[in-house]
């Protein structure tokens, strides 16, 4: 089971590092996650440590606070699309899926070295 949290945190490595290509080289903005050069930080940063086994407590932080921050920033395109009279039943796609990549840390967190 710790080799599937190796794996797991080198899929993060991986995609955090082919996301960060495509955000600085390619110039690319996406409107599903606002926060620029975040994802790709903390997909590399917690891909490595969930690679090496280490700190949960890093992993869980780093998850836990970018979630809040795409929480904020999803909070205020719907806020900002109500008071133009739309309905906008995508707001909250990013934070869903950021809660997603944080509960799979969760998840693995008994695999994590003590």
Do not use: E
């Not at 490595?13 to 975040?38: C, D, E, N, R, Y």
């Not at 999803?74 to 796609?93: E, G, I, K, S, T």
């Not at 990013?94 to 998840?107: M, N, P, R, S, W």
Request: charged share 10%; proline share 4%; no cysteine.
């Amino acid at each position: 089971m710790a080799s599937l949290l190796s794996a797991v945190g080198l899929f993060y490595l991986g995609l955090g590092v082919i996301i960060g290509i495509v955000v600085f080289a390619g110039g690319v903005q996406s409107s599903l996650f606002p926060t620029g050069w975040l994802f790709p930080a903390v997909l590399v940063a917690s891909g490595a440590l969930m690679a090496l086994r280490r700190r949960f407590d890093i992993v869980a932080t780093l998850w836990g606070g970018f979630a809040m921050a795409v929480f904020m920033l999803d909070v205020l395109v719907h806020v900002n699309a109500l008071d133009l009279r739309f309905d906008d039943p995508a707001a909250f796609d990013a934070t869903i899926i950021v809660v997603g990549f944080g509960l799979v840390a969760l998840i693995f967190r008994p695999q994590f070295r003590t």
